[in-house]
T-cell receptor, first 117, second 115 residues
Framework: AQTVTQSQPEMSVQEAETVTLSCTYD???????LFWYKQPPSRQMILVIR??????QNATENRFSVNFQKAAKSFSLKISDSQLGDAAMYFC??????????????FGKGTHLIIQP | DAGITQSPRHKVTETGTPVTLRCHQT?????MYWYRQDPGHGLRLIHY???????DKGEVSDGYSVSRSKTEDFLLTLESATSSQTSVYFC??????????????FGEGSRLTVL
């Protein structure tokens, strides 16, 4: 079974600074997808960024980018120019590309990101 | 975004009572999921469905049952609620055909408190 580990229960960053959230995963598969979801206090789960394992290029979405290291099984999220609205729980998640929709996503335990004004 | 609604959004019940949470989607997605979210555990899969009347267990299925009689509805039932089932429950959907982007779409969550 796959596992996803987020080693930072909580992170704090000054507004406008850059912060990196860590995620490692364990899998024996070669084809998979990785995701970062954001959960603000509203509880809504919002997709931040997605990475296909077969793509070597790191995904980028505006101020959000990832550092995907397939051999190291690492998938960190970098938030540049942090804004107060970035304050949330962030979840790293894994999905196999070989099982269709079976088993859904496997989530890490989350990192609580605090933005200091 | 997929139109996913959960009901009720909040519920307080007593130990031993049955509880049913409903998830309704308007996107005709094939796969539907129920997750529970607890502090320090992230989201864990309870059950999922891959079609009408087709369901399978997830990581934390004990004490829960599900049913899917229509594509759009996925019900989660706690036959006899226990305090350990106090949690926030999320429904999610997935469809492989939409450009195969891979992500799940989530409902707003339902907070269940079992006293």
């Amino acid at each position: 079974a796959q596992t996803v580990t987020q080693s930072q229960p909580e992170m704090s960053v000054q507004e406008a600074e850059t912060v990196t959230l860590s995620c490692t995963y364990d899998t024996s598969e070669s084809d998979y997808y990785l995701f970062w979801y954001k959960q603000p206090p509203s509880r809504q789960m919002i997709l931040v960024i997605r990475q296909e394992a077969y793509k070597q290029q790191n995904a980028t979405e505006n101020r959000f980018s990832v550092n995907f290291q397939k051999a190291a099984k690492s998938f960190s999220l970098k938030i540049s120019d942090s804004q107060l609205g970035d304050a949330a729980m962030y979840f790293c998640a894994y999905r196999s590309a070989n099982r269709g929709g079976a088993d859904g996503l496997t989530f890490g335990k989350g990192t609580h990101l605090i933005i200091q004004p | 975004d997929a139109g996913i609604t959960q009901s009720p959004r909040h519920k307080v019940t007593e130990t031993g009572t049955p509880v049913t949470l409903r998830c309704h989607q308007t996107e005709n997605h094939r796969y539907m999921y129920w997750y529970r979210q607890d502090p320090g555990h992230g989201l864990r899969l309870i059950h999922y469905s891959y079609g009408v009347k087709d369901t399978d267990k997830g990581e934390v299925s004990d004490g829960y049952s599900v049913s899917r009689s229509k594509t759009e509805d996925f019900l989660l039932t706690l036959e006899s609620a226990t305090s350990s089932q106090t949690s926030v429950y999320f429904c999610a959907t997935f469809e492989m055909d939409r450009g195969y982007t891979g992500e799940l779409f989530f409902g707003e969550g339902s907070r269940l408190t079992v006293l």
